[in-house]
């Protein structure tokens, strides 16, 4: 993954543009791709600091901050007034894990290691936890049209519960997962403890001075991002809608995409299974509830009002990788029918006029 660090020489050159007030669409492609590489050296310090916290606190660290780049991009956003892209950035990032990344580190694995094999009951137990984050974010939008009949500030209030109930749901999954009763099986249902290095090849100091200077960096370059987005959007002749599902996802979470292929030619799967899936339900359990109470307090309320689309949509990501992951196998064919189902609904999005 080094070779995306070339892409921090934009970083610059996007602030400059920005400062010139460069044609949108152009600063738009330049902090975007200067974001890629951040989000890897976000990630990467993360993991550092993570070797010396111990394992089940840099479990935790690893937890807690592997969406920290698209986290900070959606909170400018939020800031911007853009909820729609926010909340399609949410399900953009589910799907884009279970079909795009877990397609792409079947399919490669399954070509470079023949049939690949994973734990049954870790599959199993991460099927169930994104299902029921799939309902949970469901169920605001199925009773919504009733309740707003009768009040409306209620489906603020529903959201707001909703979002205390899942973010509870993940710190429990969180503490099940780096318990000695989480190991049984392959040993953790979020991406945490197990992608730790074994020694840290940077000092905690320097660590933690570029997990600071990344965020701030971030930070300016989501800036800079969302101020291009109305915009862009408008020259390109794209919805915010398709902008957030598809591209802001992949934006985000560039480098952490690579881990899990990576890991899955290397042959470990369980490993690239863990990376993916557990995103997915960090997503749908934290980042999404989190974003609730954010918008609060940045005078942008937002509810977990997902449209039908989203929904329909999210349902059958879930299925169908419970479905191909479930006997604890994979191949290269699996790998591609994820794929299939990621470019149908892609290019869904694309023609979806704007909802």
């Known amino acids: 993954m080094r070779y995306l660090n070339y892409l921090l020489i934009l970083i610059p050159i996007a602030a400059l543009a920005d400062l010139l007030h460069a044609d949108p669409v152009v600063v738009f492609l330049l902090s975007a791709l200067a974001i890629v590489p951040l989000a890897g050296v976000l990630g990467k310090a993360t993991e550092e600091l993570a070797v010396y916290a111990g394992s089940k606190a840099g479990g935790f660290l690893n937890a807690t901050f592997g969406n920290a780049a698209e986290l900070i991009i959606t909170l400018a956003a939020v800031r911007a007034g853009l909820l729609e ?5 949410i399900t953009g990032s589910i799907l884009g894990n ?3 990344v877990l397609g792409f580190s079947m399919l490669l694995g399954g070509v470079k290691n023949g049939i690949q094999r994973f734990d049954r009951l870790e599959a199993g137990n991460s099927s169930a936890m994104l299902a029921l984050a799939v309902i949970g974010l469901g169920v605001p939008a199925v009773f919504s049209h009733t309740i707003d009949l ?9 959201s707001i519960g909703v979002a205390v109930v899942l973010i509870l749901l993940y710190f429990l999954s969180l503490i099940f997962s780096f318990s000695s009763a989480g190991h049984g099986g392959r040993g953790s249902i979020m991406p945490g403890d197990e992608i730790l290095a074994t020694r840290a090849e940077w ?3 320097k ?3 570029i997990l600071v200077g990344a965020t701030l960096l971030v930070v300016l370059m989501s800036e800079i991002l969302v101020g291009s987005i109305e915009a862009s959007i408008k020259t390109l002749g794209l919805t915010e809608f398709f902008v957030g599902v598809i591209i802001v996802p992949i934006i985000g979470n560039v480098a952490e995409h690579l881990v899990a292929v990576q890991t899955a030619i290397k042959n ?14 960090q997503i749908a359990l934290f980042v999404a509830p989190f974003l609730v109470f954010a918008s609060i307090v940045l005078g942008h309320p937002m509810t977990l009002i ?3 689309f989203e929904l329909i949509t999210l349902g059958a990501a879930v299925a169908i990788s419970a479905l191909i992951s479930l006997d604890g196998r994979s191949h290269w064919l699996e790998g591609v029918q994820l794929l ?3 470019v149908i609904i892609a290019l869904a999005f694309f023609f979806l006029p704007a909802v």
Do not use: T
Request: charged letters at 15%; zero cysteines.
């Open 85 to 89: 892209v926010v909340k399609a950035s």
């Open 98 to 100: 279970l079909l795009l």
């Open 150 to 158: 009768v009040r409306h500030d209620a489906i603020e209030w529903l």
């Open 203 to 205: 000092s905690k100091q």
């Open 207 to 209: 660590a933690l001075a």
């Open 268 to 281: 470990k799967m369980d490993l690239s299974m863990g990376v993916a899936v557990g995103s997915s339900m």
């Open 306 to 308: 997902f449209n039908q």
């Open 340 to 342: 299939a189902v990621y």
